[in-house]
Nanobody, 123 residues
Framework: QVQLVESGGGLVQAGDSLRLSCTASGRTFYSYVMAWFRQAPGKEREFLGSINWADRTVYGDFVKDRFTISADNDKNTMFLQMNSLAPDDTAIYYC?????????????????WGQGTQVTVSS
């Protein structure tokens, strides 16, 4: 069984930065892709970006360099660095993982999910 736990969310002001973390435990895979998604009330779950076992990254087209994904493989932890936050970034942020080498952008392609962490950006 794979467990994913997000942390680092909170209440910030417009223009602030946050770094979210997602730590994986349990069963491991020889190859995998981990991803960040977010979901705001009344909105579809949105792909932010992903990173694979070899530290290759793929980002959503809308990110425009405000968000950066990285990983600390020794700690089994993925990070999401978010800069220049705006109220439209308010959402629950989720991490997810799938086995394999193929990058996917759809949430239905990911098997394992964390519980989510709330990010609220005030104006």
């Amino acid at each position: 069984q794979v467990q994913l736990v997000e942390s680092g969310g909170g209440l910030v002001q417009a223009g602030d930065s946050l770094r979210l973390s997602c730590t994986a435990s349990g069963r491991t895979f020889y190859s995998y892709v981990m991803a960040w998604f977010r979901q705001a009330p009344g909105k579809e779950r949105e792909f932010l970006g992903s990173i694979n076992w070899a530290d290759r990254t793929v980002y959503g087209d809308f990110v425009k360099d405000r968000f950066t994904i990285s990983a600390d493989n020794d700690k089994n932890t993925m990070f999401l660095q978010m800069n220049s936050l705006a109220p439209d970034d308010t959402a629950i942020y989720y991490c997810a993982m799938r086995q394999g080498s193929v990058f996917k952008r759809d949430p239905g392609d990911y098997t394992y999910w964390g519980q989510g962490t709330q990010v609220t950006v005030s104006s």
